[in-house]
């Protein structure tokens, strides 16, 4: 059994099959549509850049391209293994075993902090967002990345997928802690049809997912998502 720190919430696409969710890293938004958004919101050239919940780190070597410190965390220790090969070679970037909700950082030492579809989906991440506000500095701001199950087949895929999740529930949830949003509409192009189909299987219960790929023809599909951020 991998050791997995305590407060992980269970993400089954990346947990049981890595390489595949490397696959649908590698599809999502070739137009680089989210960093974009971000860095318009605020910049990270120079500054400290903690990626909570980074998986395997496929995001830590473009932060680090321009951020002189990034921080890695993520709970499950074998990806933690796997974020740490895949950034041997970068000296800017360190990579924590540890949950948002208990982050190894001292107080006020990051300038950007990004959560992209890991542990802040609304209600249940309070202590999250609360060490959030012990850790990033005056004048940093906090990106959350995800999935908006509010729009397109992908979200309706999803709300068959997860039928008590809540648009509403969610949106108030964000709205009362003073989050911002924005739309960001992603797209995910493959190579290869069956890498599509093999991301769909991972997303989605079964039958949804056979669904999705009967209604899904060649390499492309819509990914629609938000953005929400809090400056400091
Ligand atoms: C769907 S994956 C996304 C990984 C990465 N952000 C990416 O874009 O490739 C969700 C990640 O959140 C991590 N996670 C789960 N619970 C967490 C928590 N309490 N704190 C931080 N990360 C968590 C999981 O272990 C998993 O690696």
Known sequence: MPRIAKGAVPSPNIWNTPQVYELENRAVDPDGAADAAMRALRSWAGGTVLDIGCGTGYHLPAFAAEAARVIGVEPHGDLVALARRRCAGLAAVEVHAAAAQDLPLPDASVDVAVARWA????????????????????????????????????????????????????EAFWDRHGWQRQPLDLRMVFERRADLEAVLRIEFAPKVAEQAIAETPGLELAYPNVLRWRHF
């Open 119 to 170: 542990y802040f989906f609304g209600p249940g991440c309070e202590p999250g967002l609360r060490e959030l506000s012990r850790v990033v500095r005056r004048g940093g701001a906090a990106f959350v990345i995800d999935l908006d199950a509010s729009r397109g087949a992908f979200g309706r895929w999803f709300s068959r997928t997860v039928p008590g999740y809540s648009v509403r529930e969610v």
